[in-house]
């Protein structure tokens, strides 16, 4: 069935739009084969000063506030979770899941022995929440945006929480695409391979005075509790503020991250890539409102995400051979995340992909869908 060739001149120049490891600008990719860091010391100045243009780079993207720095580590979000677990929750957290990624976190923080319980506060996929106000709870933990499900959550300092309780938002697929005010958050964090158009393998976070505080804390030697080097924080942000990282880092994702956020920047900075992830969501979402097959995935509009678009077909149409027949012509990466139903498409929109090619995206979506839906039915 998969024989459908669409015309060479409806495709998208790059028919990257996955929501995972997310489209590479060429040109970023040109500086990485270029440079001439590529094997060379990461405890060397040259390499050093690309650190310390990544963290001066991303404060200027955010309005970074003083006292805030900018901490990395080995290791994406995932590791963050666990570094959470050891340096930044004291007794108890509290979680909104709304998909897989928030999901996962509150199942890391269950599985650790030395905290209670978590709060788990569950909306259905294709909706979000907040976590749940407690007493007793140090720490407060949503995504910003669930990348399972293209929900969008606001990034805001909840109220009624105990004095110096955290809030710890997952930013992975958010940041670099929708904006955030950090004064609002303790722990920012993300992994750079979506909006940053980077390769996987480390995590960055904006940490605030208090984050900082707590983890120096918990890691402390004298507070007992036993913290692996690499899921120290306060470690982490003693080498960051040296331009290090604590053990050797993936340099290219290093050299891609600090290319991207010089494009970003010398074209606006956050106001060009919000404009821009807004545009192209945008598109998706008019074009599946007014499509006769297909639906926005989430209901709600305010909380359609501008960075990964959900859509979700009717009954007529085989999303799973809608998707494989654009795979086959080098359309990549829409399927719909693995936990979620088959019926559905994920389009990742972020600050990388051109709008442009958003729309023949969309007209190459129509084409195959004029040739495989079951009007019939
Ligand atoms: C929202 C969110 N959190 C966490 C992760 C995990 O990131 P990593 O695989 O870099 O650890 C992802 C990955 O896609 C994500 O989208």
Redesign the pocket.
């Known amino acids: 069935m998969n024989e459908l060739v669409i015309p060479a001149g409806l495709l998208p120049e790059d028919g990257r739009f996955g929501?995972?490891p997310a489209k590479v600008r060429p040109e970023a990719l040109a500086a990485l084969v270029s440079s001439p860091l590529m094997g060379t010391s990461h405890r060397r100045p040259a390499v050093r000063n690309v650190v310390a243009r990544v963290r001066e780079r991303l404060a200027e993207l955010y309005s970074m506030p003083d006292g805030h720095q900018v901490v990395l580590g080995n290791?994406?979000?995932?590791?963050?979770?666990d570094l959470a677990c050891t340096s930044l929750i004291e007794r108890r957290s509290s979680h909104a899941v709304y998909g897989s990624?928030?999901r996962?976190?509150a199942a890391v923080t269950s599985r650790t022995p030395w905290l209670q319980a978590p709060a788990i506060a569950e909306a259905p996929f294709g909706s979000g929440r907040l976590p749940a106000v407690e007493d007793g709870i140090d720490a407060y933990a949503w995504?910003q945006?669930?990348?399972?499900t293209g929900v969008a959550m606001p990034v805001e300092r909840l109220s009624g929480t105990d004095d110096g309780a955290l809030m710890l938002v997952?930013a992975?697929?958010a940041a670099g695409g929708i904006d955030a005010d950090l004064t609002q958050v303790d722990a920012l964090y993300f992994?750079p391979?979506?909006n940053f158009s980077s390769d996987?393998?480390l995590?960055l976070s904006f940490c605030s005075p208090a984050a900082l505080e707590r983890s120096e804390r918990l890691t402390g030697d004298h507070d007992g509790r036993w913290v692996p080097d690499t899921l120290n924080l306060t470690l982490a942000a003693t080498s960051s503020a040296k331009d290090q990282t604590l053990n050797t880092p993936a340099l290219a994702t290093l050299v891609l991250l600090d290319e991207q956020l010089g494009w970003m920047l010398d074209n606006g900075g956050m106001e060009f890539v919000t404009s821009r992830t807004a545009d192209s969501s945008n598109r998706v979402y008019r074009w599946a409102e007014a499509n006769p097959f297909a639906r926005p995935f989430v209901a709600d509009p305010a909380l359609r995400s501008p960075v990964v678009a959900t859509i979700a077909f009717d009954e007529r149409v085989d999303a799973p051979l809608l998707c494989s027949t654009l795979r086959t012509n080098g359309i990549l990466d829409i399927e719909p995340y693995r936990a979620l139903g088959t019926d559905q498409m994920r389009i990742g929109v972020f600050a990388s992909v051109e709008p442009d090619d958003v729309s023949r995206l969309l007209d190459c979506i129509d084409w195959v869908l004029e040739r495989i839906v079951d009007r019939h039915r």
Do not use: C, I, M, V
Request: glycine fraction near 18%; avoid cysteine; charge should be neutral.
């Open positions: 929501s995972g290791g994406g979000a995932t590791s963050f979770w990624f928030s996962r976190f995504a945006n669930e990348t399972s997952d992975t697929s992994s391979q979506k996987g393998g995590w």
